[in-house]
T-cell receptor, first 112, second 115 residues
Framework: DAGVIQSPRHEVTEMGQEVTLRCKPISGHDYLFWYRQTMMRGLELLIYFNNNVPIDDSGMPEDRFSAKMPNASFSTLKIQPSEPRDSAVYFC??????????FGSGTRLTVV | AQSVTQLDSQVPVFEEAPVELRCNYSSSVSVYLFWYVQYPNQGLQLLLKYLSGSTLVKGINGFEAEFNKSQTSFHLRKPSVHISDTAEYFCAVSDRGGATNKLIFGTGTLLAVQP
C-alpha cells in the first residue's frame, strides 16, 4: 500500500491566487481528515469526511477555504483567495474503524 | 469536550538515558489514546495506541506507554534513547464508541537527544 498520497509537496504562491491541495487516501479507509500545522497553533483539524460526506467543517477558518471529496479515492482542499497567514503545512489523513490515522507527508504552502 | 495536555514543550536528554514524555487528557467519556511521532519535514507516524485490555502498551522503536485511568494520563517512555529518536511527539485522544472518529491532538513535545 502506498499510504496516503498528497500533492504537491511544496507550493509557493502569491497572495490572492487560488491554491488547490490534493489527497488520495488509503483504499478502503472510510474517513478522511484535513489538518493544518503551524508553529503558533500546532495541529488544527479543518474538516473531515465519512464515506465522502463532510461531517464536521467547524475548523475551516473562513469562507476562503473549501474542501470536497467527489469519490472515495480523492479529496481536495482549496483556498481562494490565498493570504500570507495561510502559510502552513497541510496534512491529509485517512482511517477506518475509528482507530488512529495514517497521515500523508503533507503539503508545505507558502503564500508571499 | 475532550482535551489533551502535553506539559513539556521540549525535553532534552542524553543518548542512552531513559525518557518519559507526559500526556494528560480530559474527557467525559471513555477514550482511545494514541502517540504519534513526527520527524523533521515528515508526516505523523503512529507509535502506539491504547484501545482496551492491558494498560501497558508497547509500540515501535522500543517505546511504551501506560494508561492510567485514575490519573487520566498516558505517558510515553523509553528506557534508552538514541540520537535517531529526536523528533516531535504528539499525544492524541478520541471518543470510545462515539459517533465520530475525530482525534484531538496535544501541542506536542520535542524530544532532543544529545550525544
Amino acid at each position: 500500500d502506498a499510504g496516503v498520497i498528497q500533492s504537491p509537496r511544496h507550493e509557493v504562491t502569491e497572495m490572492g491566487q487560488e491554491v488547490t491541495l490534493r489527497c488520495k487516501p488509503i483504499s478502503g479507509h472510510d474517513y478522511l481528515f484535513w489538518y493544518r500545522q503551524t508553529m503558533m497553533r500546532g495541529l488544527e483539524l479543518l474538516i473531515y469526511f465519512n464515506n465522502n460526506v463532510p461531517i464536521d467543517d467547524s475548523g475551516m477558518p473562513e469562507d476562503r477555504f473549501s474542501a470536497k471529496m467527489p469519490n472515495a479515492s480523492f479529496s481536495t482542499l482549496k483556498i481562494q483567495p490565498s493570504e500570507p497567514r495561510d502559510s502552513a503545512v497541510y496534512f491529509c489523513a485517512s482511517s477506518s474503524e475509528g482507530y488512529g490515522y495514517t497521515f500523508g507527508s503533507g503539503t508545505r504552502l507558502t503564500v508571499v | 469536550a475532550q482535551s489533551v495536555t502535553q506539559l513539556d514543550s521540549q525535553v532534552p536528554v542524553f543518548e542512552e538515558a531513559p525518557v518519559e514524555l507526559r500526556c494528560n487528557y480530559s474527557s467525559s467519556v471513555s477514550v482511545y489514546l494514541f502517540w504519534y511521532v513526527q520527524y523533521p519535514n515528515q508526516g505523523l507516524q503512529l507509535l502506539l495506541k491504547y484501545l482496551s485490555g492491558s494498560t501497558l502498551v508497547k509500540g515501535i522503536n522500543g517505546f511504551e506507554a501506560e494508561f492510567n485511568k485514575s490519573q487520566t494520563s498516558f505517558h510515553l517512555r523509553k528506557p534508552s534513547v538514541h540520537i535517531s529518536d529526536t523528533a516531535e511527539y504528539f499525544c492524541a485522544v478520541s471518543d470510545r464508541g462515539g459517533a465520530t472518529n475525530k482525534l484531538i491532538f496535544g501541542t506536542g513535545t520535542l524530544l532532543a537527544v544529545q550525544p
